[in-house]
């Protein structure tokens, strides 16, 4: 049985009668039940940065040397191939997939025709840099980039501080091949693919300049793990509150003393 630091603060209040032996028996039924509880909770809560290095390492090695990006490595991997005083981008391409839970299973495709267009990309001289972000592993980065599964992220990467240049571009999950995403390329994507200059830009952003967007990516993260019931009762007990405090004030601005020199009001 797995003993967790949150049972034991729970089962702190319990303590006081261990010892005693009438209720001993009822102590450990006690606990064994909250340790049970606390593992069901646990077990359904979703990693928030799942990485598998010796799978990310093979995928580096493979023919594809294609690289994974987690919420710990994006930004070093990123600017890995930036030479110094640079003033030609390096160019990054990085599927945005996910699994069951993020993609509804259908990601499989354009995952397949990336890793293919990866391979191809790799045995040519002057080919951009591929890379991917799997939103089922890394839900706290995708949150923080607001970033959609299905989606291909075009970086244009220069020495820092220069601003980064980032284009999307969305495919047909049913029906895109390796042959759309080399075309997307070799006819220039920026006359297909829409310029990034959101809220939630990963460099030029206002929450990245203020190194807000993970903290933000956290929270929405969060949020996603709540039940719709459970965040109608946040929403109903908020504005109960803010009722509350207005309809406080405005009794308090009724009771204010009559100024100096005017009569009070007749009861």
Same mark, same amino acid.
């Given at each position: 049985m797995r003993f967790s630091t949150a049972? %034991?603060? @729970?089962?702190? +209040? @319990?303590?006081?009668?261990?010892?005693? +032996? #009438? $209720? !001993? %028996? !009822?102590? #450990?039924? $006690?606990?064994? !039940?909250?340790q049970s509880f606390l593992g069901?909770?646990?077990?359904?809560? *979703?990693? *928030?940065?799942?990485?598998? =290095? %010796?799978?990310?390492? #093979?995928a580096k090695a493979g023919p594809s040397n294609l690289d994974i990006l987690?919420?710990?490595?994006?930004?070093?991997?990123? $600017?890995? *191939?930036?030479? =110094?005083?640079?003033t030609t981008p390096e160019e990054w391409w990085v599927l945005i997939t996910g699994g069951n839970k993020t993609c509804f299973g259908h990601c499989g495709r354009i995952e397949a025709a990336f890793n293919e267009t990866a391979e191809k990309w790799a045995a040519t001289p002057d080919a951009p840099h591929t890379a991917l972000l799997n939103c089922e592993n890394q839900p706290v980065l995708c949150n923080a980039w607001s970033a959609p599964v299905g989606a291909i992220w075009i970086f244009e990467i220069l020495p820092e501080p220069a601003p980064v240049d980032i284009w999307t571009k969305r495919f047909n999950m049913t029906t895109v091949t390796s042959d759309d995403i080399v075309a997307l390329r070799e006819e220039g994507f920026k006359s297909s693919a829409k310029l990034h200059d959101g809220?939630?830009?990963p460099f030029n952003g206002p929450l990245a300049k203020n190194g807000l967007a993970t903290p933000v990516g956290w929270i929405l993260w969060a949020f996603n793990l709540l039940p719709s019931w459970a965040f109608m009762i946040l929403v109903s007990i908020f504005s109960r509150t803010m009722m509350t405090n207005r309809l406080n004030q405005q009794m308090d601005g009724n009771r204010r003393p009559p100024a100096a020199g005017q009569a009070a009001p007749r009861r």
């Amino acid at each position: 049985m797995r003993f967790s630091t949150a049972s %034991a603060i @729970l089962s702190l +209040p @319990l303590l006081a009668v261990a010892d005693v +032996p #009438e $209720y !001993q %028996a !009822q102590f #450990e039924n $006690y606990l064994g !039940q909250a340790q049970s509880f606390l593992g069901k909770i646990t077990d359904k809560i *979703p990693h *928030p940065n799942r990485h598998d =290095p %010796a799978a990310a390492a #093979e995928a580096k090695a493979g023919p594809s040397n294609l690289d994974i990006l987690t919420l710990n490595n994006w930004k070093d991997t990123l $600017y890995g *191939p930036v030479k =110094p005083g640079s003033t030609t981008p390096e160019e990054w391409w990085v599927l945005i997939t996910g699994g069951n839970k993020t993609c509804f299973g259908h990601c499989g495709r354009i995952e397949a025709a990336f890793n293919e267009t990866a391979e191809k990309w790799a045995a040519t001289p002057d080919a951009p840099h591929t890379a991917l972000l799997n939103c089922e592993n890394q839900p706290v980065l995708c949150n923080a980039w607001s970033a959609p599964v299905g989606a291909i992220w075009i970086f244009e990467i220069l020495p820092e501080p220069a601003p980064v240049d980032i284009w999307t571009k969305r495919f047909n999950m049913t029906t895109v091949t390796s042959d759309d995403i080399v075309a997307l390329r070799e006819e220039g994507f920026k006359s297909s693919a829409k310029l990034h200059d959101g809220f939630f830009h990963p460099f030029n952003g206002p929450l990245a300049k203020n190194g807000l967007a993970t903290p933000v990516g956290w929270i929405l993260w969060a949020f996603n793990l709540l039940p719709s019931w459970a965040f109608m009762i946040l929403v109903s007990i908020f504005s109960r509150t803010m009722m509350t405090n207005r309809l406080n004030q405005q009794m308090d601005g009724n009771r204010r003393p009559p100024a100096a020199g005017q009569a009070a009001p007749r009861r």
